[in-house]
């Protein structure tokens, strides 16, 4: 609901939608919206050719340090996790399914579909069980 537009925009849908919701008037200014923060060190998207190599070696190690440095991982996170808006907010992307993620993978990276599928499970998975490395305690 409060993806799209302007901030004005966004907390005025937001609004509007509250105040029907809950039978009073809720101001744009009251709406208060999520702050997102990456968690991998900052990266260009990877190209194709990178993902390729990525996904034909073998998964990263356990260790946070590997996990974070494989391209992959800055794939996975700038698609499905977290992109960047027009106003250079961060925001989350429109949802992906993992199927739709494996054939723009695969259209990337020229392997066959079921081989990206496979790689990106085997990458959230181990994503889910790496103990972040951050200052912050993710």
Partial sequence: MASAGAQTERRKVVADFASRFFDTTVHPDNV?????????PEAQMPDGPTLRQAILASPPTATWSDF??????????????????????????KP???????????????????????????????????????????
Avoid at 71 to 92: C, F, H, K, M, N
């Fill in 32 to 40: 208060i919206e999520e702050w997102l923060e990456r968690i991998l």
């Fill in 68 to 93: 974070a440095a494989n391209p992959l991982s800055v794939w996975i996170e700038q698609t499905y996790g977290i992109t960047t808006a027009d106003d250079g907010r961060l925001i989350r992307p």
């Fill in 96 to 138: 992906l399914t993992l199927q739709a993620g494996a054939a723009q993978l695969a259209e990337l990276t020229g392997l066959e579909k079921e081989q990206c599928l496979e790689r990106l499970r085997t990458m959230l998975l181990l994503g889910s069980q790496v103990p972040h490395g951050d200052s912050h305690g993710h």
